[in-house]
C-alpha cells in the first residue's frame, strides 16, 4: 500500500468518536426506534430481501443521516409537542433506506468489490439481486413517508432522491475527465451527497411546523455539513486513516474517479504530472507503484491539507447556519458533528 | 429462428389495434397532456438523462399502464367533476415513469440487447446509466404524485413499487429452476406485472373519491388484466406474432426464464424431455437447434394454447370486475383492452 497522507495534526489519535458522543446520547431513545424499524421494514416473505438488507444493516455504519433526522426533529421540539409521536422516527428509516438504497446501486455502478470493510452485497448476492433490492428499500422508503402522510417531508424527501440520481448520473460524466473543475465536482457532490444530509435535516423543521427561516436554516446546515462529510471521505481514500476506517485506500484512484484532492493536483502540477493523471485516471492504465505515485503528488501540492481546509469552509457555513437557532444541547449536539466529519481526516 | 407457434385462428391477421381504438379516442386528449408531461418531467440539466430518457419514449410503447389511469378516472367521473383537473394525467405520467425506471432495471438484470425491437439503453449508454437514470425517474414519478397531494394515491404507487420490486428478486429464484410450479410462476407475475395496471386503474378511483366497492373493482380489473397481459407476452415469446411484433423470439428461453408455457411443457413430459429443459434452462447449455426444440415440445403439449386459455380465465374475472359500473362508453373501452391483450397472440 505504500506511503499514506496525514492530514493534519497528529497529537489527537488514535481517533474516537468522542465528538459525536452528544448526538448519540440525545437521540439514543429515538434511534433505538429507528433501528427496530429499519429491521422490521426490511422484511419480505421473498427470503433474498430480508437477507440483503440485514448484510447491510448489520454492517456498521453510524447511521449518521437518520441520526440527524431524529436531533433535527429534538432541535425543532417535535419531541415536546409530540411525546407519543413517531413521524420522526419514520423519516429517519426512510431516510437510511434512501442512502442504503443508493449505496447498493453504487456498487453496482462503480463494480465497488467492498462497502465499509465488508465484501459489496452484489459481490455475495450479484448485481441483479442489488439493483432489485435496492429498489425494494427505495420503495420501502416511500411507504414509510406515506405513512407519516405529511406532504411536506413527502415533497422534500422525494426532491432529494432525484437529484441525488442526478448526482449520480453526473459523476457518470466527470469520472475520468481531467477536464473537470472544483465547480464541477462540488456540483456532483452537491447531489449525490449532500442533498440527502440536507433533506435529512429539513423534515425534522417541516415536520415540526417551524418556520421557512428555521427550514431552511436547517437544509443549510445539513447541505454545507455534507459537502464537508464527502470532500473528508474523498481525501481520506488517499489516506492511512482509511486502512484505520476498514476501508481500501484508493478506491477512487482505480475506479478513475476525479475527486478535489486530484483536481488540484493535476492543476497545481507539471505537464509529466498531468500526464500521469491523464494516464491513469482517464486511460485507466494504472500500473505497479502508481497509487504510491498519486499520493506523493498529492502530498507534493498539499492536496489532501487544501482538500480539508475546503471542508473547513463549509462546516463554518453549517455552524452559521444553525446561529439562529437558541443555543441548546441539540444545537451543540448538531454543530459537534461538524467538527466529527472534519476531523476524521486528522 | 425456425418452426413458430400459432395460438390460435389465423382468420384475423394481420392483427391490428383494432380493439383498444376505443380507448384510444376516449383517452385521446388526456394522453396528449400525458405524453407532454412525460417529455416535461424527463428533463434535467444532466444531459445524460433526457437523452436516455427519450430514447425510451420514443421507443413506441403504447403506453397502455397512463392510458387505462385516464380512463378509469374517466369511468369514474374524474374528468366532470373536474374539468380543469390535471390530477389523473400526473399519476398517469408517473404510473408510465415507474414502467419505464423497472424496464431499465430489468434490462440490467436481464442482460437484455434489445428492448421493443431497439436497442436497449444499456447498450447504447451502459449499465451504469440505466440503473441510476431508472433511479432519477422513479424519483420523478413520486415527484409528480407529491405534486398531486392524494395520500390515498401515493399509498396505493408506493405499494405497487415495492410489490414490483418484490416480484423481480422472486423471479431471480424462480428463474433457472424447473422445480417452479404455476403457482409460483403467478405470484411472480401478479408482483413483478399485475401490480402495476392494478395501481394504475385503482388510483382513478381513488382519485375521484370512489366507494370502496368501486376502487376494489378497478384493483381487481387491473390486477387480472395485468396477469392476463403477461400471460400473453410468455406465450408470444416462443411465438412467430413475436418477429412481427418486432421482438426477438426466445428471450425468455435464452435468459433462462421459466414461464408458463416452460412449466406446462416440462410437467407435461417424457423424462427425457424434462433432461432437455433442465440442460437448456437450469444448465444454460442452449446448443444450435434448441429453441426449435423448445417450440416444438411446447407445440406438442399445446402449452401456448393453454396458455392464452389461461389468460382468458383471468380476462374473464377482470371482465366480471367492471360489471358494478352501469354500461357506458368508458366501461366498454377498458373491456376492449382486455380482449385486446389476449388476442395479441392469435
Redesign the interface.
Known sequence: MGQVLQFGSETQSPHSDATIERIMTLTEGGMAKVNAEILKRAG??????PELAKHLINSGGKRLRPMLTIASAQLCGYEAKAPDGNDHVMLAAAVEFMHTATLL?DD??DESDMRRGKQAARMIWG???S???G??L???A??M??DV?S?GC??VL??A??V???G???Q??TAQRMSTTEDDYLAVIRSKTAALFAAATEVGAVLSDRSESERAALRSYGMNLGVAFQLIDDALDYSGKQAQLGKNVGDDFREGKVTLPVVLSYRRGTEDERQFWRRTLEDGDIRDGDLDQAIALLERYDAGADTTARARHYGSIALDALAIFPQSDHRQALEDVVAFCIERAS
Do not use: C, K, P, W
Open positions: 419480505s416473505n421473498v427470503d433474498l430481501i446501486h453496482v455502478v448485481n441483479q439481486a439493483v432489485l433490492v429498489d425494494y427505495l420503495g420501502q416511500f411507504r413517508m406515506v402522510g406532504l413527502l415533497d422525494s426532491s432522491s432525484t441525488i440520481a442526478e449520480e448520473v453526473m457518470l460524466g
